[in-house]
C-alpha cells in the first residue's frame, strides 16, 4: 500500500489537470496529480491538434465573440462565465508562448488560435515536473475519501504498472479532472473517458447538469477512429454504388451522413475538393487521420473510402458535474471540477464545445479549480479521510465486459441516441435500471487490475442513465438533444439538473427571467420520464 499526502490531489492529467496542478501549485500548494494513463500522452488532446477560443483583449471583439456564442448555444450559456473563460485562456496562452511553445508566425506575427497536443501537452509535464508537483503515471483513482463531515479529502485507487498495488493520497482539496465519458466507442484517444470521476463523484452526492447534451457523434474512417473534422470541408460524400449525396454544407454534413447510416445505407467519403496545395499541410496538421487510410493503401484525396458516425458522448458533448462557485466548485465540499468532467453549459449551452471552446474551458476551469483548491486546502487542517461508498458490493459476479456491451447497445446506436424518441429513451432506461439494479445487488467481479475495468463498467452504466434521464425531462429539441417530433421551446431556456445513482432524480433549474420559470421537477417525476 502506498500512502501520501498532500494540499491539493488533482486526478487526471489532460490539459485540465495539468493546468489545475500548475495553479495549485503556483498557490503554494503541495500537490499531487494522479493520472490514469501517462500525463503529457493519453486523452484526446494529446492526440491531435486543439483549437482555442482564443479572442485578443479588445472589448468589442470579445462582447461580439461571448454574445454570439451565447445565441449558438441556444442561449444556456453564461455570459459572464465566457467573458472569464476568454480572458483567462488569452493569459494562460500568452503564458504558453513565454515557456517556449512554438506558435506559427504569420506576417511576423504569432498564430495562438491552435495547438499541437503532442507537443502542448509534452511541455505542460515538463511544467508541471518543475512546479514541484508530484506526478503518478498509471495510478486511475476508484473511489474519493471523505472526512467525517462529508468532504472530500482524497482518493484511493490502484498503480496499474505495480501488480495493481493499492494507493491513497489524502488532501485537504481535490481537483477531478478526468474527462468525459465515450463510453468506450473507439473515438481516438478517449478509452481512458470513461466517467469515472462522475461516479466517484455521484457517491458523494454531487449533481450533474446539461447531460442531455451527451449525444455528440462525429464522422471517422470506417476502419480508422480519428474524429477531427475540419478537413471534412473538403469532401464528397457518396453512397455504396456511387450515388452523390447531397451535402450543400460539407461542414455540417453530419446529420445528412446519419440519416444514411441509420437506415442501413453505406457512405463514402472522398477529399476531392482539397486544394492541391493544401494536402499536404492537411496531412501534416491531421497526421493520425491519414496513418491508417495509408495502411489500407486508400489515397482519400484520390480514393473512396467509408466512413461511420462514432459516440463522442460526454467528450464532445456538454454536460457533466455542475459547478457552484467562480472556482470550479462542485456540490460536494472541498471537490472541484476541471475540463470535460465539468459541465460546459457555462460556455457551450446546448451545443457541442470540441474544439476550440472545450480547449479554451479546459485551460480556464483547470486554472480555476486549481486555485480554488488551494485556497480551500489553505484553510484546511489535514483531513482524517475514509473511503467513500462504492457501486454493488465487492467481489461481485457480474461480468464488467457483459454489463460494458449492454451499455453500449443502448447509447451507440444512431437510432437509439442521436435521433432520439420519448418510447426508446423509456425502453433503453428501463433496461440500464435493471442492469443498475444487477449491479448493485450482485457487484461487478474484478481483482487486481480487472477493479478498474468494474468501475468502468459502472461508470458507464451510471453515465448512460443520467444522459436518457435528462433527455426525457427536456421536452424539445435544442443544440444536440434531439427529441422526435418535438420543436425548439422559447419556454423552456432553462436548465436540467441530474444526480443519484439508485434513485436518480431530475430537476428544472430555472432561468435568470423568473417570468420564464417552470415548477422544479423531481425524481423520476420528470415528464415523460420512466416510472
Known sequence: MSEREADVLVLGGGPAGTWAALAAADAGARVVLADKGYCGTSGPTASGGNNLWYVPPDPEARATAVAARFEAGGRLGDRAWM????????RRVGDLAAWGYPFPSEDGAEVRGSLQGPEYMRRMRRRVHRAGVTILDHHPALRLLVDDRGVAAGASGLARQRDAEPWTVRAAGVVLATGGCAFLSGAFGTNVDT??????AAELGAELSGMEFSAAYALSPAHGAHTKGLMMQFATYTLGDGTLVDVPDPLGARE???????AGERVFARLDRAPAELR???????PNYFLPLDKAGIDPFRDRYPVRMVLEGTVRGTGGLRIVGDDCATTVPGLFAAGDVATRELVSGAV????????????????FAGRGAARFAAGRGRPHAVPSGGAGPAGGTLDPAAVVAAVQAEVLPLDRNYFRTRDGLRRSLARLDALWRRLSAEGLAGTGRGRLRAREAAALTA????????ALAREESRGLH???????????????RVGGLDEPWTVREPPEDPRLAPPPVSRDDAPGALT
Open 482 to 496: 434531439r427529441l422526435e417530433d418535438l420543436p425548439l421551446r422559447a419556454d423552456l431556456e432553462h436548465r436540467i
Open 280 to 286: 499536404e499541410a492537411m496531412r501534416q496538421a491531421q
Open 256 to 262: 445528412r451522413i446519419a440519416e444514411l447510416l441509420a
Open 463 to 470: 453515465h448512460a442513465r443520467w444522459a436518457y434521464r435528462a
Open 352 to 367: 457541442s464545445g470540441g474544439g476550440a471552446y472545450n480547449g479554451a474551458w479546459a485551460i480556464a476551469s483547470g486554472t
Open 83 to 90: 467573458a472569464r473563460v476568454v480572458d483567462e485562456t488569452y
Open 195 to 200: 466517467g469515472d470521476g462522475h461516479l466517484m
